[in-house]
């Protein structure tokens, strides 16, 4: 898992804001620090939670925040409709994302066998990771007001 001060691993998906199109993160490094929102499923109770709290209390200005999932993309571009979420989801169903930063959650119990550990990084515009925070469970979300702080910081 990386660590603060360590490169960002690259990977690539799908990037859902819209359309549906192929993503690697290395093409949105660079301008101002991106955020790596890891999240378990979408529609799901907690999850959404988070996602809304992005959308309405997370200051998005000066960074570039994606939502990144094991769905598949057509289930997050409805995710994303129907939540009207501003930025951008990164369908992980080939689990490429969560492998890399080692945000494996296991979740067989639901019939599923793995989806991403709810998480979140930020990479400044170098490619460096700032910022991480793990969450301990699923249902626990992140503290925005740190997250906030720590875009601010990469900014900086």
Known sequence: MPAVGDDAPD???SLVDGDIAPFELADHLGDEPVVLAFF???FS???????????DGFD???CTLF????DLPHALAAYRAQYDLPFALVGDPD??????YDVIEDFEHYGVETVAQRAVFVID???????RWLAENAGQEPDYDAL????????G
Do not use: K, Q, W
């Open 11 to 13: 990977f690539t998906g």
């Open 148 to 155: 906030d702080e720590a875009v601010a910081d990469a900014s």
């Open 125 to 131: 515009a170098d490619g460096t990771v700032t910022y």
């Open 95 to 100: 689990h490429r994302a969560i492998e890399a």
């Open 60 to 62: 998005r200005d000066g």
């Open 67 to 70: 939502g990144v999932s094991t």
């Open 40 to 42: 378990p499923a979408a």
């Open 45 to 55: 109770n907690t999850c959404t939670d988070e996602m809304e709290a992005l959308r």
